[in-house]
């Protein structure tokens, strides 16, 4: 993924119209290019901020590709060439797989804020003991799910298994050339789809990231001995924006059984806030991308029943 902060925008989309020799506006190639940019770029744990922008970037993607199926010369090939091939029947059960696992996300992250209301909760009625903490252990399985993965993966075999990305090449098109670039084209799309929503259940789940020693360790650590010199405002930076790392570290003050300065508690319980606020913004976004899937699956069933 793309390196990003929290300022970091994604251009608004280009109105720009298909040319005669391209069937397909430059807008939709800027688009697609940015995010393949933004997923190959690594990171060491991806963070509200950089999801949104991945998410957004999606959502702009999916809007073009409406967009895109509004043009009749789109609509004819499709008509013409893809209606009952095998190729737009395979685009059609994608986008049923990606609709299945934004529910899974949905699930996932109804599942953390489920449990960030509940640590907070615990936090205010832990007092001086580590009573009652075994109750609020992050559930680590959260967004695990091996039907969710499997699908993934299905999804990127399919996607990655296109043969006719030599039609991009070319100058001039006729209307089987358009048919076969607009299945390359949505499988590409399904392609960095799915590698999007790896990224959003990596900020989800990534507890391998809290269990490596290493930052997360160094935070918990710290507010156990309680940070010397430094006020509330500045120890909240010693928070990274994942949710398992967030988590691993409440869980370490809940399950402690030394006791807890005011201002300690009260440092996480403003963290526990901020993600619950990231968390309503990933939220957002996955309903957005959820309700443009849905209605690029429409958009290519209605063209296809017209003719019937």
Not at 45 to 59: A, N
Not at 70 to 89: C, F, M, N, S, W
Request: proline share 3%; hydrophobic share 35%; with cysteine.
């Amino acid at each position: 993924m793309a390196a990003s902060s929290s300022s970091t925008t994604v251009p608004s989309r280009s109105t720009s119209l298909p040319t005669r020799s391209h069937p397909f506006p430059a807008s939709i190639e800027e688009e697609l290019t940015k995010l393949k940019a933004w997923v190959s770029s690594p990171l060491p744990m991806p963070t509200e901020s950089i999801i949104s922008v991945g998410i957004q970037g999606l959502v702009n993607l999916h809007h073009s590709i409406d967009d895109l199926l509004l043009l009749p010369r789109i609509q004819k090939a499709i008509t013409v060439h893809l209606r009952g091939d095998k190729y737009i029947e395979e685009l059609l059960d994608g986008y049923v797989k990606l609709l299945d696992v934004c529910n899974a996300m949905k699930d996932t992250i109804s599942s953390v804020k489920d449990y960030t209301r509940a640590a907070r909760s615990a936090l205010i009625r832990r007092g001086t003991t580590g009573s009652d903490h075994h109750r609020y252990l992050y559930p680590r399985k959260i967004g695990k799910n091996d039907e969710t993965s499997k699908c993934l993966k299905e999804l990127n075999h399919s996607s990655s298994s296109s043969s006719s990305s030599e039609l991009l090449c070319k100058n001039n098109v006729d209307e089987m050339d358009v048919s076969m670039m607009l299945v390359k084209l949505l499988k590409d799309v399904r392609l960095v789809s799915v590698s999007v929503f790896r990224s959003i259940f990596s900020f989800l789940t990534a507890s391998d990231v809290s269990r490596r020693g290493g930052r997360w360790s160094t935070v918990s650590k710290a507010l156990g001995r309680r940070i010397k010199g430094r006020n509330s405002d500045d120890r909240l930076v010693e928070f990274e924006e994942n949710v398992d790392g967030s988590m691993a570290c409440v869980e370490k003050i809940l399950s402690s059984d030394k006791d807890l300065k005011i201002d300690d508690v009260a440092i996480v319980q403003r963290r526990l806030e901020c993600l619950e606020k990231s968390i309503h913004g990933v939220d957002d976004g996955v309903d957005s991308i959820y309700r443009r899937l849905i209605q690029n699956r429409v958009n290519i069933l209605n063209i296809l029943s017209f003719c019937n």
